[in-house]
């Protein structure tokens, strides 16, 4: 190929990433204007399902997250770890959404949400805790986890522009190893948008 071909592609290609003004929309949703959100809430756990021999309830749960949104949808990320040191049983359960697909309602000072989350939890006081074990994909393994599904609702305060308040409402199931559970839980929390 001759020199003049790589010119005439050069000159194609400064084109290109110079055409368009302040009024070209975004190609891609991570080149949009939106806000990102980081939080850290606690509350409480409830198993609707039995965990014996592990108590049903877990008066601690602590969390943090982070979320992007564009408009009125959210993506957002947790990872939460419930216990309580003081059952009969040892309470220690980690719980991470993978995704938690969300839409706020409407903006304002108030913003209340919905959300629906794909996660993956494990008993960290069942029968065995590791993934990897044997037997762990096994009805008999006692109060385990695995892949859950979150339906969940709640809202967000605004305090000033940046910093938040979070109330969040949520039920979840979990099954594929050990026992199918189900929870709900309530959390609160403080958070920062930017």
Known sequence: MNVTFFRILGVFLALSLTHGGAEAKPTYPEMADGESLFWTESGATQWLTSRGPLTDFAPVSLAVGYGHRIGLARLAWRIQWITDAYADGPVSFLHVDFLSVERLWFEGSVRPFTRLALGVGLDLAGDTVDLGSDGYFNEENGASAGLSLTLGTGLDLMLTDHVFMRFDIAG?????????????????????AY
């Open 172 to 192: 979840r199931m979990h099954g594929g190893a050990g026992k199918t559970g189900l929870s709900a839980a309530f959390n609160g929390g403080v958070g920062f």
